[in-house]
């Protein structure tokens, strides 16, 4: 099939390295200028690598990732620093993190070489056929894969669109220059409506993000001395991995999430993928995830050969799948970033007192990937 994707984010360059594997001509259509990617960090459960080994790209993705997080004590605490859980090992077992860069370079070398169109914004055709437009030109395919992310263009144009939602959040991310010292601990810190999280990366800098309940649209003209001032007084390692971050590197972002799943991924033969399908807040660490996810069963479902009903198949999975995440994801977003003390109270108490088995495994079932091949109605690979 002759496929166009809209996208070189992690759901479209994955989809198209996994539909390009399988000798589908692939054309991906970006509008930045540059390959790479905007961001800092990121973590990946295992559903993500379950996913990406189905399409013969996991090794690829765990050459630039860690498994360090799983050998160190991981969990929740309070700005003092004192442990409000300690997370069991069960559920951090498969957590791998790695920069974001790295992993759009994986992606993108694993695809067909000229596969990547840069500089090109690309139009979904207004009467919803599998055709683009770029620069007044229009181009023809078997299959068009719209993997434009949160404010997605072609899910308007499809007439899908329900609406972005602000979370109420704002997040800080970075990257430190160095390594820094974390002695053994990482995990998220909670205060009252205010979060700092810590990764390590592969190579020994530190991803950190810090978030805010706050009204939209507010910037500082230095976010790096803005994030200081909130947590700068919060346990150590905090204030040394942000100044272990180099001024002007500290990025900050609204976080935004859908505020409805679409009534459906699919039309005609147009799909949705990644965040322009189910953007949802980072609470679960699950949007990426969830973009590969998509990717891989969409890949498995084609080997079928008939196209319509893979189409019609992953519609229905999919969809499934990640309203779930997504519902789950905002109710965590909500609990996490409880502003009052008496709301702020509750949610300490209460993680304190969840019995950690209990934890382990009402994240199971988000953390499994489960393939075409063992759902019921399974499609036979090719
Ligand atoms: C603060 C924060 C932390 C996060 N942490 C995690 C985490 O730890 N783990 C996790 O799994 N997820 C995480 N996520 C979520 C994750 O980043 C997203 O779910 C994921 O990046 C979505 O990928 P995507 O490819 O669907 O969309 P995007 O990354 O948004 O990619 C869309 C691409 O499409 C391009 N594009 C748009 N329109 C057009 C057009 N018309 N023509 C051509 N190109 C176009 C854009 O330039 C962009 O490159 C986090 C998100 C945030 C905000």
């Known amino acids: 099939m002759r496929v166009a994707v809209i996208g070189a984010g992690i759901a479209g360059l994955t ?9 589908h001509e692939v054309v991906v259509y970006e509008r930045r200028e540059e390959p790479g990617a905007v961001g800092a960090g990121l973590t990946l459960f ?13 090794d690829a993705v765990r050459r630039v990732s860690s498994d360090a997080i799983a050998r160190m004590r991981s969990g929740q605490r309070r700005p003092s620093g004192d442990w409000l859980v300690s997370l069991p090992s069960a559920m951090v077992r498969t957590l791998r993190s790695l920069h974001r860069a790295d992993l759009h370079r994986a992606l993108a070398e694993a695809l067909p070489a000229g596969s990547i169109r840069l500089g090109q914004s690309a139009a979904l055709a207004v009467d919803g056929r599998a055709a683009v437009t770029v620069d007044g030109a229009e181009e023809r395919f078997d299959l068009v894969i719209a993997a434009d992310g949160l404010h997605s263009d072609t899910r308007t144009r499809l007439g899908l669109d329900r609406g972005v939602r602000y979370s109420g959040c704002t ?14 601990e990482v995990g998220e810190t909670w205060g009252r409506g205010r979060i700092f999280g810590i990764v390590p990366l592969p190579d020994d800098r530190v991803y950190w993000f810090a978030t805010e309940s706050t009204a939209a649209a507010q910037h500082a003209d230095d976010e790096r001395t803005a994030v200081r001032e909130r947590f700068g007084n919060w ?11 180099p001024p002007g590197a500290v990025l900050r972002h609204d976080i935004h999430d859908l505020a409805r799943i679409p009534a459906s991924f699919v039309k005609g ?11 949802m807040t980072p609470n679960l660490g699950q949007g990426a ?7 891989a069963m969409l890949t498995l479902l084609l080997r079928s050969g008939k196209p319509d009903e893979a189409l019609s198949r992953y519609d229905e999975l999919r969809r ?5 995440v997504w519902r789950q994801s905002r109710l965590m977003g909500k609990v996490a970033q409880a502003s009052h003390p008496i709301g702020a109270g509750i949610r300490d108490g209460l993680l304190r007192a969840t019995p950690p088995a209990f934890m382990a ?17 399974r499609v036979a690979p090719r």
């Open 235 to 245: 346990h150590e390692p905090i204030l040394a991995c942000i100044d272990a971050t």
């Open 361 to 377: 495994r009402a994240t199971q079932s988000i953390q499994r990937w489960t393939g075409p091949q063992t759902l019921p109605g």
């Open 15 to 23: 989809v198209a390295a996994g539909l390009g594997a399988d000798g």
């Open 320 to 324: 499934k799948r990640t309203r779930a």
């Open 171 to 184: 997040a800080w991310r970075g990257v430190t220059g160095s390594g820094v010292d974390l002695r053994g």
């Open 46 to 58: 295992g559903n993500a690598f379950d996913a990406l080994d189905a399409i013969g790209l996991g």
């Open 269 to 279: 033969r147009v799909v949705l993928v990644g965040d322009a399908a189910h953007g």
């Open 289 to 295: 995830g969830q973009a590969i996810e998509d990717a």
